[in-house]
């Protein structure tokens, strides 16, 4: 080999510069061998490709599907994450590896993002043959139909053809623990198949930091002030926390996850029929607390579970057919179980999620919720909705609340504040639409607003009454239409009042306007979603398949969101 220098003294460069280039290059021959030496070296290892498909009403799969992903990088897949709105039923027979992470809401439908590729699975799909998947639900087994729109998909892929690689895991709402276990195992089993992984790796899920779920920020109660008149069928409460010094932040349109306790004379009628004095020791997800404690702040005494109902060997035909409790199935048994057993067949106490009714802009450290506080009688003895009842009765005594803050990025006022926003928010719904109007108020947003906006009557039921008024006054609520359904002989309600300015909806509609509903999902929002078919027919002009796509077209591109329970 010749010893000429790399670099001719002809080249461009100075003595000095070309004395350190041959030496620099003389160096990388020397451990190299030749130039093309580290372009020969062995390729790096292909990635596999992977799916992960996310269905959510509230984000909360839409967050797994992340972790998923993070977690699929270090195992050897290059993970993409697709929001089921935006995938067909083509695209998935493509995918090969997938990931299905899904909620279901209401009575067992799916998420609004994932119901065109629902529909399409259901009703007929090509050749899923070379899809190799495993579903993940999310759900909560107060529910009938628990988990209903992951069995859907999980039936659905595989009567066409796809190969199951793990077992469905159906998760309740303490799903952290259960989801680990599930990603860790199928990621474990796409690995084994065709689709080259590296070695496994321990599952490295990443941890939540400050205040979260896992520990919750003790948040001073403000104010409980209930909005309803005298006279009014309904208690409806503004709920205000302090967030000073907690480091939690949120958006309009997100939704904030209060700890609850259990209603005190529920808990001493279930030590009654146990025959306790709430003093024993017992096991909880908090570890060893007294009976009492446990059933007030750790255990839930709702749906009795199915380790309750055979520990008590009491079967669930037994009981009240609808808003059976833990106290219904412990009045049903002939025995009764020792405060550990019973302590351990019931599941951990759920947070329970409210939107947020205040702009972070506009109330700079605090958070604000508006509450309707469930009471009713129901097979001889009085009821009471865990969460609302604590607010509206207990929780301002207590002088705090765990609560942290559950994002929801699938309801957003427009980014665009120039965006047109008709809103449906009837009752308690109208909670997200008064931070998205503080909002707006706050950065002087140029947008149109429109709210439709309906309750029982409106001497008594007209929440928010003076700050809507304000809000008109000073022109930030373009259009206010109310639906009070029991001020006359004929109930009026908000879907009659869209059909009544079909014309003027839709004109904002094509004029790029944003639609959003918020409130009773298996009532209310189909109501609303129906009026919503009718005016593109009507107003639109189109058939009813016209209608349905361009509905479908406002979904994909999110101009068209809904937070519904």
């Not at 948040?219 to 967030?243: D, I, M, Y």
């Not at 009976?291 to 109902?309: E, F, V």
Request: with cysteine; net charge negative.
């Amino acid at each position: 080999m010749s010893s000429a220098p790399f670099i001719p003294d002809s080249a461009p460069f100075t003595a000095e510069q070309r004395a350190w280039l041959n030496g620099f290059l003389a160096g990388m021959f020397s451990r190299s061998g030749s130039p093309s030496a580290a372009s020969a070296a062995a390729p790096a290892a292909e990635l596999a490709p992977l799916t992960i498909l996310w269905g959510s009403q509230t984000g909360t799969a839409e967050g797994l599907a992340k972790q998923a992903a993070k977690e699929a990088g270090k195992r050897g897949f290059a993970p993409t994450i697709l929001d089921m709105a935006a995938t067909t039923a083509e695209q998935l027979a493509t995918a090969g590896n997938v990931l299905v992470i899904t909620s279901t809401y209401g009575d067992g439908e799916p998420p609004d993002n994932a119901k065109a590729l629902h529909t399409a699975l259901l009703n007929g799909a090509p050749s899923l043959a070379g899809v190799r998947y495993a579903v993940c639900g999310l759900g909560d087994t107060n529910y009938t139909l628990f988990n209903q729109c992951a069995k859907d998909f999980d039936a659905a892929i595989a009567k066409h053809g796809g190969a199951r690689v793990h077992d469905r895991a159906d998760c309740d709402t303490d799903y952290e623990a259960p989801f680990t276990t599930w990603l860790d195992q199928s990621l474990a089993a796409l690995g084994s198949g065709p689709a080259p992984a590296i070695a496994h790796q321990p599952s490295s899920i990443p941890h939540e930091t400050g205040y979260s779920k896992k520990n919750p920020f003790p948040a001073p109660l403000l104010t409980v002030r209930n909005l309803n008149a005298p006279g009014s069928a309904k208690e409806v409460n503004h709920v205000e926390f302090s967030l000073d010094g907690s480091g939690l932040t949120y958006e309009a349109g997100d939704a904030l996850a209060v700890i609850p306790q259990n209603c005190p004379e529920l808990v001493a009628a279930i030590l009654t029929a146990l025959g306790s004095d709430g003093e024993e020791a017992v096991t909880t997800p908090a570890g060893e607390v007294s009976l009492r404690l446990a059933l007030t702040a750790h255990l839930d005494l709702g749906k009795p579970t199915k380790d309750l109902l055979a520990l008590l060997d009491v079967s669930a035909e037994s009981l009240p057919p609808k808003g059976a409790d833990v106290l219904d199935a412990l009045n049903a048994a002939a025995t009764k179980p020792s405060p550990a057993a019973f302590a351990a067949a019931l599941k951990k106490l759920a947070p329970r999620l409210y939107s947020i009714s205040s702009s972070p802009k506009a109330h700079p450290g605090q958070v604000h919720l508006t509450v309707g506080a469930v009471r009713y009688d129901l097979h001889g003895r009085a009821r009471k909705g865990v969460c609302s009842t604590y607010l509206a009765e207990r929780a301002l005594a207590h002088g705090t609340a765990g609560v942290f803050v559950h994002s929801n990025k699938a309801f957003r006022p427009p980014a665009d504040p120039a965006t047109p926003m008709i809103m449906v928010g009837p009752g308690t719904g109208i909670a997200p639409f008064r931070a998205f109007l503080e909002e707006r108020a706050t950065t002087k947003a140029p947008g149109k607003n429109w709210l439709f906006f309906g309750d029982q009557k409106a001497a008594c039921d007209f929440l928010y009454q003076d700050e809507l008024t304000a809000l008109q006054t000073a022109g930030i609520l373009t259009r206010l239409d109310l639906a009070f359904s029991r001020d006359q002989a004929e109930k009026i309600y908000v879907q009659n009042r869209m059909i009544e300015q079909a014309a003027e909806l839709w004109a904002w509609l094509e004029a790029g306007a944003h639609f959003y509903v918020c409130g009773d999902a298996s009532r209310m929002a189909k109501d609303v979603d129906a009026a919503l078919h009718h005016i593109a027919e009507t107003a639109g002009g189109k058939s009813p398949e016209e209608a349905a796509a361009y509905i479908q077209a406002l979904r994909a591109a999110k101009r068209y969101q809904r937070d519904v329970y």
